[in-house]
């Protein structure tokens, strides 16, 4: 499977972090989307004519809609999700993507916006996201469609990670970061800039003292 | 040998992608200017019209406030098979001088660059020499070896890596590291940093590497992984400004060259993104 990547982009990110938890290999293609735009390009319109990124390729398959690539990784693993709550929050990773990635553009990379309409309406999908995972977690669930990890967590986790990197804070949403905290230490997790592992879960380096750290 | 901060040099857009015809609103020292494309080449101006002047170098548009003297050199740009990379601006709401002198921090590679400049438990830093060069007035640190898992992009497997740190400008650092496909020449990699105000600054990294395998996307996006690992810890740094008074923070062996930018910094009377007084 490839996948035409860009590094810093959280839709990517997302496909990468799911193809790890599932052990699934991509071969990744960079693509210059920051600074060279070439997913606008005549080259990668043969690929994917939208123009934009991620795009996974297998085969004689090709799809270029975060959701739908998350779909097609999960399909029979414990992270495949049916059902309308599941498309409620796929497609609810675009509003975040919108807003909060927007921000994060704006503030990280010049790209022109409204950068307190784009952190105000950020805030509103976390205070959403905030509320469902309170909603989930009186029903004892640590993630949004039960108690195990599945594409609708993997699709929103990037855009929030990433909402201090535009200037929107995580500070005031005590059940979002537990829920972050829950998928950055699953077996398997890979990081990207600005999403780091939890180096304080790595056992201490030096001789195994007998199971006193486990 | 002190110098006001409008008469140097600053990078403010990539040579080859200059903005389209409205330009580039940008700040520089706190102050507005536009950067765009003229009939004969880039142009620079103040918010009342004053035209900048302008010099093209290591990939980037440079203008001054003041009167500029000359940009430093970096004489491996112009050797032959390297490949010159414009990685691109990123915007770091840091102090200008915060971003030079985290680049020039090695022993933060195991925990923020994890698995690729550094690893744990590989976290020693060994003993390395650091000097102000009178006769270039510049800040060099040699002799620094590290433990690297993946030192660059065309890097195979782990390596020892020698490094070796220049400062030759308030806001630039160029580092010289241990080319993985050719062992005898020295990588090159500058961050060249763009003071938007005291506490907000526009990075644009570049490099000159000796690298034939690798796609120019992937020497881009390699650099920009690394260089955003960083961005998330110097946001939040504090105190914001980079003291240049010692009783702020502690500094340990790994710090060298930090102690001798800060020193001279002030010897040099840069102050813009500085704290002079220990809060």
Same mark, same amino acid.
């Not at chain 1, 779909?71 to 709550?85: D, I, Q």
């Not at chain 1, 905030?130 to 609708?152: N, Q, V, Y």
């Given at each position: 499977m490839i996948l035409y990547d860009y590094v810093l982009s959280a839709d990517c990110y997302a496909v990468r972090l799911l193809a790890a938890l599932t052990g699934q290999r991509l071969e990744t293609r960079a693509v210059d989307f920051y600074p060279g735009a070439a997913?606008?390009?005549?080259?990668?319109?043969?690929?994917?004519?939208?123009?934009?990124?991620?795009?996974?390729?297998?085969?004689?398959?090709?799809?270029?809609?975060?959701?739908?690539?998350?779909?097609?990784?999960?399909?029979?693993?414990?992270?495949?999700?049916?059902?309308?709550?599941?498309?409620?929050?796929?497609?609810?990773s675009r509003h975040f993507a919108a807003a909060l990635g927007g921000a994060r553009q704006h503030d990280m990379l010049e790209v022109p916006g409204d950068i307190d309409a784009l952190r105000a309406e950020g805030s509103l999908w976390l205070r959403?996201?905030?509320?469902?995972?309170?909603? +989930?977690?009186?029903?004892?669930? *640590?993630?949004? $469609? #039960?108690?195990? !990890?599945? %594409?609708?967590?993997?699709?929103?986790?990037?855009?929030? +990670?990433?909402?201090?990197?535009? *200037?929107?804070? $995580? #500070?005031?949403? !005590?059940? %979002?970061?537990?829920?972050?905290?829950?998928?950055?230490?699953?077996?398997?997790?890979?990081?990207?800039?600005?999403?780091?592992?939890?180096?304080?879960?790595?056992?201490?380096?030096?001789?195994?003292?007998?199971?006193?750290?486990? | 040998m002190t110098r006001d901060k409008r008469d140097e040099w600053y990078p403010v857009a990539i040579a080859a992608m200059l903005p389209p015809a409205r330009g580039r609103d940008t700040l520089l020292l706190g102050e507005p200017i536009r950067v765009r494309a003229g009939d004969s080449g880039p142009q620079v101006e103040t918010a009342e019209g004053r035209a900048l002047p302008v010099t093209i170098a290591y990939g980037h548009v440079w203008t001054c406030l003041g009167t500029p003297g000359d940009l430093f050199p970096i004489p491996e740009a112009a050797q032959p098979g390297r490949r010159l990379v414009d990685v691109g601006m990123v915007r770091v709401k840091c102090s200008p001088l915060r971003a030079v002198e985290n680049f020039l921090d090695i022993a933060h590679f195991p925990f923020v660059h994890t698995d690729i400049l550094g690893s744990e438990p590989?976290?020693?830093?060994?003993?390395?020499?650091?000097?102000?060069?009178?006769?270039?007035?510049?800040?060099?640190?040699?002799?620094?070896?590290?433990?690297?898992?993946?030192?660059?992009?065309?890097?195979?497997?782990?390596?020892?890596?020698?490094?070796?740190?220049?400062?030759?400008?308030?806001?630039?650092?160029?580092?010289?590291?241990?080319?993985?496909?050719?062992?005898?020449?020295?990588?090159?990699?500058?961050?060249?940093?763009?003071?938007?105000?005291?506490?907000?600054?526009?990075?644009?990294?570049?490099?000159a590497l000796y690298d034939d395998a690798s796609s120019m996307a992937e020497m881009i996006q390699f650099q920009q992984m690394i260089f955003l690992q960083d961005r998330s810890i110097l946001e939040n740094q504090i105190p914001r400004r980079l003291p240049l008074d010692p009783g702020m923070e502690s500094p340990t062996r790994a710090d060298l060259t930090s102690i001798a930018y800060r020193r001279w910094l002030k010897r040099r009377g840069y102050t813009y993104g500085a704290q002079l007084v220990a809060a």
């Open positions: 997913e606008k390009g005549a080259a990668f319109r043969a690929i994917n004519p939208a123009g934009t990124l991620p795009v996974l390729v297998d085969g004689e398959v090709t799809l270029a809609e975060p959701a739908a690539i998350l779909m097609y990784l999960a399909t029979g693993t414990s992270f495949a999700a049916e059902g309308a709550s599941a498309q409620e929050w796929l497609a609810r959403i996201l905030e509320a469902a995972l309170f909603e +989930a977690g009186e029903e004892g669930c *640590g993630f949004l $469609l #039960g108690d195990t !990890p599945t %594409i609708a967590d993997i699709a929103i986790f990037p855009h929030v +990670a990433l909402a201090p990197d535009g *200037g929107v804070e $995580l #500070g005031a949403w !005590p059940r %979002i970061r537990l829920w972050m905290r829950r998928l950055r230490a699953l077996p398997g997790f890979i990081e990207m800039p600005g999403i780091h592992r939890l180096h304080d879960l790595k056992p201490e380096p030096g001789p195994d003292y007998g199971g006193a750290a486990a | 590989h976290t020693e830093v060994y003993r390395y020499d650091v000097r102000i060069r009178d006769e270039v007035d510049e800040v060099w640190a040699t002799k620094v070896r590290f433990y690297q898992p993946q030192a660059a992009k065309s890097a195979e497997g782990g390596i020892e890596t020698e490094y070796m740190y220049r400062v030759p400008h308030p806001t630039c650092s160029v580092l010289y590291k241990t080319s993985p496909p050719m062992p005898g020449e020295w990588d090159v990699i500058a961050l060249f940093v763009q003071p938007l105000t005291e506490e907000l600054c526009d990075v644009w990294p570049w490099m």
